[in-house]
């Protein structure tokens, strides 16, 4: 059974660092498309981070030079490393993938850019207060 459990949420003040884990369970590594996404209240969901099977990465102009995604592979963990939080990036954050196959390139953008992934995490709560 496939799983992703995120930890690593929790309250910092602005200009703080918090790094978030998402750990696959069920597969046999976690090179596929996955990807961070974030929905604050009375927000829509929007996408953060993402890095597809080649390990290439994009991210969402708001977090862009301020959060890192980035993976180990031997532990099937997929991490987004913030720095700079600011109030608004306060949300719940959540990761995702397909990990039904190898996408790369355009075919992961696209499944990132509409959040067609198929297996989710629970979330985790980050907070940044000013």
């Known amino acids: 059974q496939v799983q992703l459990v995120e930890s690593g949420g929790g309250s910092v003040q602005a200009g703080g660092s918090l790094r978030l884990s998402c750990t696959v369970s069920?597969?046999?590594?976690?090179?596929?498309?996955m990807g961070w996404f974030r929905q604050a209240p009375g927000k829509e969901r929007e996408w953060v981070a993402g890095i597809d099977s080649v390990d290439y990465t994009t991210y969402a102009n708001s977090v862009k030079g301020r959060f890192t995604i980035s993976r180990d592979n031997a532990e099937n963990t997929l991490y987004l490393q913030m720095n700079s939080l600011q109030p608004e990036d306060t949300a719940m954050y959540s990761c995702a993938g397909d990990l039904r196959a190898a996408w790369f390139g355009t075919t992961c953008s696209n499944k990132l850019r509409t959040a067609s992934l198929g297996y989710w995490g629970q979330g985790t709560q980050v907070t940044v207060s000013s």
């Open positions: 069920g597969v046999t590594d976690s090179r596929y498309c």
